[in-house]
């Protein structure tokens, strides 16, 4: 199915997903072994990562010359407290490959200065010859890092604001346990630093990201909904089981 620019792969279930997105990143890096491959936290691509890591320990893969991004931080936690998303970067996905930590970068959301931070990130990311694939996820209100409603199409990595949706749905015990604790502020690659990439996968299953899936493919291309920005990247696929396709026309 393709809307627009889109490329929609529509998946019996999450794990068809995980698959499909871990052989999508897979064979990349087997074209580029020097690849530069953006990755995003959350629940959504915890499968992914799994099977990823499965892939390098069987020897079908290795990240021994990869060097990664992540999207996003949060605003006044090191990358030892247990929700950063260094440390889940860490738990989830580098600590089981063979990539070399000093190739993975996240922002350090413990940084004094957060502009500066930020601006040294963009031009790390230029350093490094760009982005090849950024892998993302879909936010239930259509964010995409922390690129909230209303971000604008060309914005950069910066501070940003969570909205209380946001922090609603990252303290409903899957990682915060109540929403006084996720901090309100995150460092995030903005949506020009991700439309930069030169591929881009997004990945969203379960019902509670159909309306999400819904606005970003047939909405229109709108800030309202940050992910319907990439309607017209040149090479983006979304990954979606049914239930996240479930509105799609
Ligand atoms: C995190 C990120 C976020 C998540 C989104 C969905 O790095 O980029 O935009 O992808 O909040 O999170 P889950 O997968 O937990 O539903």
Redesign the pocket.
Known sequence: MAAGNLKIQVLDSADAVAAAASEFVIKAIAAKPKFVLGL??????EKTYAKMAEANKAKKVSFAKVTTF???EYWGLDGDHDQS?RYFMNDRLFNHIDIRPWNTNVLNGAAVNPMLECAAYEQKILACGGVDLWL?????NG????NEPGSPVDSRTRLVSLTQS?ID??SDG?FFKVAADVPRCALSAGIGTIRESRQIILLATGA??ADAIKAAVDGPFSPDCPASLLQDHPDCTFFIDKEAAAKLS
């Open positions: 995003a936290t959350g629940s959504t691509p992540n999207l996003d998303y993302l996820g879909i936010g239930a964010h995409i890092a922390f946001t749905a990252n899957r509670g990201k």
